[in-house]
């Protein structure tokens, strides 16, 4: 479904401001409701308030989303100086796991807060002196107010029925069905007090630099994985697949040594690699994909990883070329089909847009999107005061149930731990 569209007469218009060298933390500028964000190392972009928003579904979710872009920057008047990468007219997005069966978002914000190699600027639809009352802090104590005693409780599968679907899994695997499949669970969360979002996203940041923080219509994560980058006819993409937890001292080092030189671990990050690869090949001249995995280290996990870039010919927009990535490896499985139907099957829940694509988009074809992983749902139950927590991951001959079942805490930690006081 999707809001009437305006006259074709009706332009808007957005107005980009420099604001030279600032360095007020763009996630302390984000409000209570409605926030939209994607920042990294401090750098990204903020938003609120809605200039217009579309809620789309169906086979031909993104096809309609990227032609409601296309149409609504065709109506707009832009007065943009600073002619980068998110700025002017920026729309946030958050998809679908399965776009035709689930509702993808997207938001057009009334104000954007952007910061690239250190120069801030504010974008703003209609009103043009609204940048100076638009731009408000928010108090870092919203990071230490308590939001009470937190109350856990299993959604869709229980742990131990959970495992079994692991077990069905590697069966139908190793009876050759399938080679990989991501199976995943969710957590409902309840505290005494409203869940705020800012204080989820402060924190998560925080604790989570080199991890792209994201909000939009109350989807609240850090993820590590980049699904798909471009910046002109440039492209890249950061693959993950294959994790261990961390240890205390020399453990670590063990755990982290094992990952690397693990045949299961391996296999998997490999078919999550080629499906990208493969995936994004029709639309490039050139690709650039490393001969191996590297180690990435977050607080609470490791993950193996590969960075690929590629060089785009052609003039398909960067929601044709999601539609056509979406969904890796890393998070549904391979052969696609046949593990996209195994999820349904065994997963036992509805995803919404867990797993799916998260980012923004410009009106110069630019913008980034990652996958929504390590991430909450602000349910809107019970006043506020509920969130649904996801954690996946890849099951592929050999795969352990209990280590599975392992694995999912560990990942589900990078919010219990934000949440708690």
Not at 7 to 20: D, E, I, K, R, Y
Not at 121 to 126: A, S
Not at 219 to 234: C, F, I, M, V, W
């Amino acid at each position: 479904m999707s809001p009437a569209a305006p006259s074709p007469t009706t332009a808007a218009v957005v107005t980009t401001t420099a604001l030279g060298n600032r360095r007020t933390p763009l996630l302390t500028l984000v409000p209570r409701d409605g926030a939209l964000a994607w920042v990294r190392r401090g750098e990204g972009l903020v938003g609120w308030g809605e200039a217009d928003r579309l809620e789309v579904s169906g086979p031909d979710a993104l096809a309609t989303a990227a032609a409601w872009w296309a149409d609504r920057c065709a109506r707009t008047e832009v007065h943009d100086p600073v002619g980068v990468p998110g700025s002017g007219p920026v729309v946030f997005a958050s998809i679908a796991f399965d776009p035709a069966a689930s509702t993808s978002v997207f938001i057009v914000p009334e104000v954007v807060v952007g910061r690239r190699d250190g120069a801030t600027w504010v974008t703003v639809t209609g009103d043009a002196g609204a940048e100076e009352r638009a731009v408000v802090e928010t108090s870092p104590a919203v990071t230490t107010t308590s939001i009470g005693q937190l109350r856990y409780a299993d959604d869709s599968l229980d742990p131990a029925t959970w495992c079994g679907a692991v077990e069905a899994a590697v069966a139908r695997i190793d009876a050759g069905a399938l080679d990989k499949v991501v199976l995943a669970r969710d957590l409902l969360v309840s505290a005494d007090e409203p869940i705020d979002p800012r204080r989820l996203l402060l924190r998560l940041a925080e604790r989570f630099p080199d991890c792209w923080t994201f909000a939009v219509d109350d989807l609240l994560g850090a993820t590590p994985e980049l699904l798909l980058r471009r910046t002109g006819d440039q492209l890249s993409a950061r693959v993950l697949a294959g994790t261990t937890p961390r240890g205390a001292g020399a453990e670590d080092e063990r755990l982290a040594t094992a990952l690397q030189g693990s045949a299961k671990d391996l296999a998997e990050h490999g078919y999550a690699v080629r499906s990208l690869v493969d995936a994004l090949r029709p639309y490039c001249d050139e690709m650039d994909v490393p001969a191996g995995p590297s180690l990435l280290t977050l607080p609470n996990v490791r993950h193996l990883a590969t960075d690929v870039r590629g060089h785009q010919h052609g003039d398909a927009d960067l929601l044709e070329l999601i539609a056509a990535v979406h969904p890796t490896a890393a998070v549904c499985g391979t052969p696609r089909d046949r593990a996209a139907t195994l999820i349904g099957e065994l997963e036992g829940m509805d995803r919404g847009r867990y797993a799916g694509p998260v980012g923004w988009l410009d009106s110069r074809g630019d913008g980034e999107f990652g996958l929504a992983l390590r991430c909450a749902q602000l349910t809107g139950a019970e006043g506020g005061r509920q969130a649904r927590l996801f954690a996946g991951c890849g099951i592929v001959s050999g795969s352990d149930a209990a280590a599975e079942l392992a694995e999912t805490q560990a990942k589900f930690a990078a919010v219990q731990t934000a949440l708690e006081d």
